[in-house]
């Protein structure tokens, strides 16, 4: 092992790893309801105070490792014991704006999604930091790209598409225009969970902010709707076989079908009255194989650098646990070797907390049901 090498291991062997941006002490996290139906355990916690921007699990017939990413280097945590079996740092110093861990399907691993802010660069780089390929994420013409997300897989490729000031464009696996729509917009999500994948636009509209407009593959407007509520990001999820959009309107919580109508609603109040939503994370989990899928999502605050708050809904929308964090950017489902029961995984400063439902909880309601 060399010294860099040998440097960044010592130093990021109390990190949760690829996001060590904002070091500081952790606050201390506040259950706010709901605790006897979730338990909840360390998985993973270093010394050395630093943010975890990505988690996803590994899953194959050799591993099911967990892998932690940051601004300068990724680790990958054993996933039965989170204990760290490997650290990568980064051969390269360039910073990761509104990073997301993704999978490519038809490469058999993950990559790293730069996807833009307004600064910086966008792109795609390997696990080691390495450019795959890159972009501004301005022009000298004073545009911007503000959101990017990984679409289509086939056997040629992936493709990508990006939301900026100058409209909605398609990128092939090597960053090359393959369309461009006009349209300014300020988000962008893919549906792959149709039979026909399409593409959600939000159209950047100063009077209404909320315009979602659909495209298939080529670039054809097919339709569009208006979201009950201004929304800034979003995600597209797959939950219990519905495809559905989740964002973030002030201190409102907002899931909706992908015609805009409401699925789910959950508003933030605090001291001092509403709390208003800088960015979320939504990830559907399956505590229990017999059961469908709970919602987890984690919203951060604009106050400051954080905090964030966790909430698990029950798979009928009910509100079942709620607890205050340090800022979390991190999360992901853990599933046990050989089996379809999961776990979720949450990573803040320098730890990664594992949730599961309480031994029992909806139980009752599910035998009840099955009468």
Not at 8 to 18: D, E, H, I, K, T
Not at 71 to 82: F, P, R, S, Y
Request: with cysteine; net charge neutral; hydrophobic share 40%.
């Amino acid at each position: 092992m060399n010294v860099a090498k040998w440097l960044f291991s010592w130093f990021l062997s109390g990190c949760v790893g690829l996001g060590l941006v904002g070091c500081s002490t952790p606050r201390t996290s506040t259950v706010v309801m709901g605790e006897q139906n979730v338990t909840k355990s360390t998985f993973y916690a270093g010394d050395t105070f630093c943010s975890v921007l990505g988690l996803a699990q590994v899953l194959n017939q050799r591993t099911n490792d967990v892998y932690v990413v940051g601004q300068i280097g990724t680790l990958v945590l054993d996933g039965e014991t989170g204990i760290v079996k490997m650290s990568i740092p980064f051969r390269s110093s360039e910073t990761l704006v509104r990073p997301e861990l993704i999978r490519q399907e038809k490469l058999g691993r993950y990559q790293l999604l730069s996807r833009g802010g307004g600064y910086g660069t966008m792109g795609v780089l390997d696990l080691n930091g390495q450019a795959v390929w890159q972009k501004p994420a301005f022009t000298p013409e004073g545009g911007w790209v503000y959101d990017m997300t990984l679409g289509e897989q086939s056997g040629t490729g992936s493709f990508y598409y990006v939301a900026g000031s100058e409209g909605l464009t398609k990128l092939d696996g090597r960053g090359a225009v393959v369309w461009h729509q006009g349209l300014s917009g300020l988000g962008v999500g893919f549906c792959a969970h149709a039979s026909d994948p399409f593409v959600l636009y939000h159209v950047d509209d100063p009077d209404e902010s909320r315009q979602i407009a659909v495209y298939d593959l080529a670039g054809h407007r097919l339709r569009s709707f208006t979201p009950p509520y201004r929304l800034r990001d979003f995600q597209v999820l797959q939950w219990n076989r519905k495809s559905l959009m989740a964002y973030a309107s002030g201190p409102r919580l907002v899931v909706t079908d992908l015609n805009g109508e409401v699925a789910l609603f959950h508003r933030f109040m605090g001291w001092l009255g509403q709390q208003t939503i800088s960015s979320l994370i939504s990830v559907p989990v399956r505590f229990d194989p017999e059961d469908d899928e709970f919602l987890a999502v984690c919203v951060t605050f604009k106050s400051g650098r954080g905090p964030s708050m966790l909430c698990i809904f029950d798979p009928e929308g009910a509100l079942i646990y709620k607890e205050q964090l340090p800022r979390a950017l991190g999360m992901t489902t853990r599933r046990y070797a050989g089996e379809m029961r999961e776990t979720l995984l949450v990573g803040a400063t320098s730890v990664i907390w594992q949730y599961a439902v309480a031994p029992g909880f909806r139980l009752k309601a599910r035998v009840i049901s099955s009468r």
